[in-house]
Structure formats: C-alpha cells, structure tokens
C-alpha cells in the first residue's frame, strides 16, 4: 500500500496525456463523424515541432523560460498538418463511404511516420527531449518529476479553457450545432467547413500541448511514438463515450490509472506472476476497454455534450 500514492501519480499522468490527445479523436468524430487515425501522427509532428524550437534557441536558454515558445511551434506544425489534412485527404471524401476516409486515415498516419523518418535530421532514433533539473516534488507520498508538473497543470488548464470555448462562443455553440444536425445547421448559416476545421485544429493543438508532456516525461521523442498513444486516446475516448469531450478525459484518466495500478500490482497477486509488469500494461488497457464496452457500450458518460446543449 505504501506504493499506491505513486502509482496513482504516474496514473494521473498517463491519463492526462491520453485525455488531451484523446479530446481530437472525440471533437472530430462527434462532429463529422470519422476516426482520424492520423491523429497520433498529428500528436508525434508536434513534439518534433516543439523540439525543434528549443533546437533553435540559444545556448544556456531556460527550459522554463522555453516551454511557452516549444508550445507554440508544437502547436503550429500540429495544426498545419491537421487542416491540411482535412482539407486535401478528408474533405474531398466527405459525402464517400466511411470505409473511404478510415482508410485514407490510416495511409496519411503511415505517410507521417515515413516523412518525419525521412527528413527530420536524426529522426531514424528517438531524439533526446529537454528536460528539467533538480530533485523531484514530494506531494501526499509520490514523487513528482519536475516535467511531469506541466501536463498535471496543463491539462486541467486546456479543458477549463475548451470547456468556456464550447459553451460561452459563437464558434463553439456552432460547433454543437453542427454536430447535432449538420444540414440543418447550415440552413442556418452556420458554415459547417470553418466549424469542422476549428474541430481538426482544436484537437491538434491539444495534442501537441500532450507532446510536450510527453517530451518532458520520457525525455525522447520519436517518429514511432504517435501510434501507440495514438491508440490508446483512441481507447481512452471510447472509454469515456465518442463524441463526448469531457468523456475523453474521463476515459483518459480512467485507462491511465488503469495501466499504472496493473503495472504496479498484478504481478504481486499469486499464479497472476506473469501478467505483471511493464509488458502487460498495453493489454490490461484493452481489457479494461473490452470489459466497459460490454457492460455500457455507449461509454462512461454516454451521449455527446452536443446532445445535451
């Protein structure tokens, strides 16, 4: 027992991390009704992104003075290629089946990995990611990593802030409006395409802000590590309820305490030895997802928050 308060530590890191990214699966879907599975793509070019800011900065430069700036280049290539990709790869086959676009999901994630192997200097290992000095923070037992305060900060923050943006704005009203009856929204003047991209860049921008925790958090990036976080936000936001963007979070949390708890204890419970440890945490999270499906198919929170505006 002594290690739960750590474990519950590294639980709610893990799940803020798949929670923000996890918030783009949901946006996206809930409005036009397509699994970007080039989303953890989106979420790898933004750490590359924000790595390449603090590249480019001076020698001896502040890592915290620096945040801020690796933030904004994150989230300016994360949102570039996810309008781009809407508007050239998802747009064009809006009106197709839904096989059309899933597929063509899949293509443009394999198709990022390729380019960022490619053409990032270096890319072909993982690339070392700043990190901070100094001892790690004691609170309520756990030790927290001094990186590991900015995704615990930064999350609560960005859904505080989406949470105001959907219900307070113009656009985001919209955007409920577009996800509850497209055609009948742009009969209303809505224009449904500026909506649509909002969702894209909205969730890209996101996931850029989670690469930088996870940047911070592991120390590397690299070009492969987009699929299976972006597997596991998949996960997370089925878990909390497609389409619900507070569902997303829910479920981020719930899968990363999930994984941390049977990392952590599995292994000690008799005849369960080898189920334990790090290499099972990726299977006991799809359990998780399996065994909630069956009893609440629709997700821990259920319907859209569009359906409840």
Not at 88 to 105: D, H, K, M, S, V
Not at 107 to 119: H, I, P, T
């Amino acid at each position: 027992m002594h290690e739960l308060p750590q474990q519950l530590a590294n639980g709610l890191i893990l799940g803020a991390m798949y929670g923000l990214i996890a918030i783009g699966y949901t946006m996206v879907y809930g409005i036009v009704q397509l699994i970007n599975f080039a989303h953890g793509e989106i979420f790898m070019v933004g750490g590359f992104g924000a790595l390449t800011v603090f590249l480019a900065l001076p020698a001896g430069f502040s890592l915290l003075a620096a945040i801020p700036l690796m933030i904004i280049g994150g989230v300016i290539v994360s949102v570039l290629v996810a309008t781009a990709a809407e508007r050239f790869a998802y747009r064009p086959l809006r009106g197709a089946p839904r096989l059309a676009p899933l597929i063509t999901a899949i293509g443009l994630s394999l198709a990022l990995q390729q380019a960022v192997w490619k053409w990032y200097p270096d890319a072909k290992k993982d690339r070392s990611f700043p990190q901070f000095d100094g001892s790690p923070f004691h609170v309520l037992g756990a030790n927290i990593q001094r990186g590991d305060l900015f995704i615990l900060i930064a999350a609560p923050v960005c859904m505080i802030a989406l949470g105001f943006y959907v219900t307070k704005t113009r656009t985001g009203r919209g955007m409920q409006a577009t996800a509850q009856d497209p055609d009948t929204a742009k009969l209303m003047g809505i224009n449904t395409d500026r909506i649509i991209v909002m969702a894209f860049a909205i969730g890209a921008a996101f996931a850029a802000v989670a690469a930088v925790g996870y940047g911070l958090h592991n120390g590397q990036v690299g070009f492969r590590m987009g699929f299976i976080m972006g597997l596991k936000a998949f996960t997370a936001a089925v878990l909390g309820g497609i389409g619900n963007i507070y569902g997303a979070m829910l479920g981020g949390i719930v899968l990363g305490l999930a994984e941390s708890l049977a990392v952590g204890y599995i292994g000690n419970i008799p005849s369960m030895e080898l189920f334990g440890g790090g290499a099972w945490k990726d299977v006991w999270a799809f359990v998780l997802l399996i065994v909630v499906l069956l009893v609440r198919p629709q997700g821990l929170l259920g319907e859209r928050v569009a359906d409840r505006a």
